[in-house]
């Protein structure tokens, strides 16, 4: 079931459910793509998140009425049926080392792990993309395995270079600009997903999977990484 709340002067929330599940990221994507393709000549933007869709439209071409008229349409369809979505799975190489990993040494200690068995267990699963953040290329990706995660930083860092790789709770992601913030820094991928590359607005998609894989500090400074 599905519901419509007015969310701005013209922007709509469709929510999907009342709580994070693994099976709403695909609906959710799926939904998204069918109003991208169906209702194109209206909407400017689509946001999804954990439990819903925050949808934006031109009020100057289709008033609200009519809009969530043609959502409810849309949403009444078999969307299995009438989209081509396909889930992706990306594959991102990270250096987890000290140099890179401002938090790894004392995750270490809180968890009594060495360095290999955090590694195996941080990347020998696929995360599924349950939201989009600040950034198109920011995905919040889970669940992070009970035994890696980790709180909030108490205090945020001003400076976090582009490329680290995190862990908030039972969530992972990877920064994909030098910016501030307050995620636990594990590692560092030289995967450029900033914006400066055009092709990167779409890198990311709800209900997409990534796979981190461990990469030596050799092959990341043979890359160009710095440490």
């Known amino acids: ?33 069918q109003l991208k393709n169906e209702l194109s000549d209206v909407i400017i933007d689509l946001i999804p998140s954990y439990t819903s869709l925050h949808v934006s439209y031109d009020l100057n071409t289709i008033s609200y009425q009519d809009f969530c008229s043609r959502v409810e349409k849309c949403l009444a369809k078999d969307v299995s049926a009438s989209t081509t979505f396909t889930p992706q799975t990306i594959h991102i190489p990270v250096y987890y080392g000290f140099e890179v990993g401002l938090d790894l040494e004392r995750l270490l200690a809180e968890k009594e792990l060495d360095l290999d068995a955090f590694i195996d267990i941080h990347s020998s699963q696929d995360y599924l993309v349950h939201a989009i953040g600040f950034s198109p290329v920011f995905a919040f990706l ?34 994909p600009t030098e910016s501030s913030g307050g995620w636990n820094i594990i590692g560092r991928t030289l995967i450029d997903l900033s914006l400066n590359n055009p092709d990167n607005i779409n890198k990311f998609s709800v209900g997409d999977r990534v796979k981190f894989y461990p990469i030596t500090k050799d092959e990341f400074v043979n890359s160009g990484g710095t440490l």
Not at 153 to 175: D, F, M, N
């Open 1 to 33: 079931m599905h519901k419509i709340i007015l969310a701005g002067e013209n922007s709509i929330l469709i929510y999907f459910g009342d709580k994070i599940d693994a099976s709403l990221p695909e609906i959710i994507g799926n939904f998204a793509y």
């Open 142 to 175: 889970g669940e992070v395995d009970k035994r890696i995660q980790t709180p909030r930083l108490a205090t945020p860092r001003i400076k976090i270079p582009a490329g680290s790789v995190g862990i908030a709770e039972s969530q992972t992601a990877v920064y």
